[in-house]
Nanobody, 115 residues
Framework: QVQLVESGGGLVQPGGSLRLSCTAS????????MAWFRQAPGKPRELVAG???????NYADSVKGRFTISRDNAKNTAYLQMNNLKPEDTAVYYC?????????WGQGTQVTVSS
């Protein structure tokens, strides 16, 4: 099973950018589909973006055109580039790795968008 550690969260003003990283260990990273989820206070966890082992991507409608998911298999790392951030993007962001019936979650990283 893969272990995940997220980093890159923080406080940013509206319109700003952040890049989240998710570094994996413990298994062969390239075989996993990777995804970013987020959970705001009082709301359910929602899918933000996903990338397959082959590199195909998908996005929530709310982030299309602003967020980009990518992966670097040589570094065992997945990324979420977030541009033009809005206050409604404020949440804890979680990395997820999935392969077949197994999956792993990171501990989460806080993103706060506020002036």
């Amino acid at each position: 099973q893969v272990q995940l550690v997220e980093s890159g969260g923080g406080l940013v003003q509206p319109g700003g950018s952040l890049r989240l990283s998710c570094t994996a260990s413990g298994s062969i990273f390239s075989g996993y589909g990777m995804a970013w989820f987020r959970q705001a206070p009082g709301k359910p966890r929602e899918l933000v973006a996903g990338i397959t082992s082959g590199g195909s991507t998908n996005y929530a409608d709310s982030v299309k055109g602003r967020f980009t998911i990518s992966r670097d298999n040589a570094k065992n790392t997945a990324y979420l580039q977030m541009n033009n951030l809005k206050p409604e993007d404020t949440a804890v962001y979680y990395c997820n790795a999935a392969k077949g019936n197994s999956g792993s979650w990171g501990q989460g990283t806080q993103v706060t968008v506020s002036s």
